[in-house]
Antibody, heavy 119, light 108 residues
Framework: QVQLVQSGAEVKKPGASVRVSCKASGYTFINYHIQWVRQAPGQGPEWMGIINPNGDRTDYAQKFQGRVTMSSDTSTRTVYMDLSSLRSEDTAIYYC????????????WGQGTLVTVSS | EIVLTQSPGTLSLSPGERATLSCRASQRVTSAYLAWYQQKPGQAPRLLIYGASSRATGIPDRFSGSGSGTDFTLTISRLEPADFAVYYCQQYDRSPGTFGQGTKVEIK
């Protein structure tokens, strides 16, 4: 079955960077995009960006331009999301999700990774 | 970007009752690109409805979606205990994809 397994919780100080990974299994990796959303406490999800499975094309939300980098390693079936210059407002649960194209609903999700930014 | 406004913020109902949740978009959304999700505490959202009215795999038929243009509705015909959760709408018509702020369906 399709599984997206994310890395564990992180605690970071303001100004630091964080890397969250998303390891895929149960399907043909190169056929599906991975999208990233985050969810702050008590809020709705917020779209961050999308990466194609080969890792050669990305599209980031304007809000995160310059701070986010998404990458893909087809040999390990793992996608990474790096977020830099962290601030307290970045405290949230970060999710990866699988979609066939950029205009498909999020049918499969990772379990989420809590990133806490605190001094 | 397209802003999705969900109402009401909280819906207090009893098991067996009908729930009607609203999602209003700030711009027209092509129906094919409107989805609804259910989220329970500590879990990722789960896809319920896509294309405004198509049920995702394994979703019971008490869940239905309707609407077009800027107004969309999720209806739960008879609430079961497992249905008490937070529901989000999402548009994936135009980038950036956006979500509503959610409607919490709680036990009355």
């Amino acid at each position: 079955q399709v599984q997206l397994v994310q890395s564990g919780a992180e605690v970071k100080k303001p100004g630091a960077s964080v890397r969250v990974s998303c390891k895929a299994s149960g399907y043909t990796f190169i056929n599906y995009h991975i999208q990233w959303v985050r969810q702050a406490p008590g809020q709705g999800p917020e779209w961050m960006g999308i990466i194609n499975p080969n890792g050669d094309r990305t599209d980031y939300a304007q809000k995160f331009q310059g701070r986010v980098t998404m990458s893909s390693d087809t040999s390990t079936r793992t996608v990474y999301m790096d977020l830099s210059s962290l601030r307290s407002e970045d405290t949230a649960i970060y999710y990866c999700a699988r979609t066939y194209t950029s205009r498909d609903p999020f049918e499969n999700w990772g379990q989420g990774t809590l990133v806490t930014v605190s001094s | 970007e397209i802003v999705l406004t969900q109402s009401p913020g909280t819906l207090s109902l009893s098991p067996g009752e009908r729930a009607t949740l609203s999602c209003r978009a700030s711009q027209r959304v092509t129906s094919a690109y409107l989805a609804w999700y259910q989220q329970k505490p500590g879990q990722a959202p789960r896809l319920l409805i896509y294309g405004a009215s198509s049920r995702a795999t394994g979703i019971p038929d008490r869940f239905s979606g309707s609407g077009s243009g800027t107004d969309f509705t999720l209806t739960i015909s008879r609430l079961e205990p497992a249905d008490f959760a937070v529901y989000y709408c999402q548009q994936y018509d135009r980038s950036p994809g956006t979500f509503g702020q959610g409607t919490k369906v709680e036990i009355k």
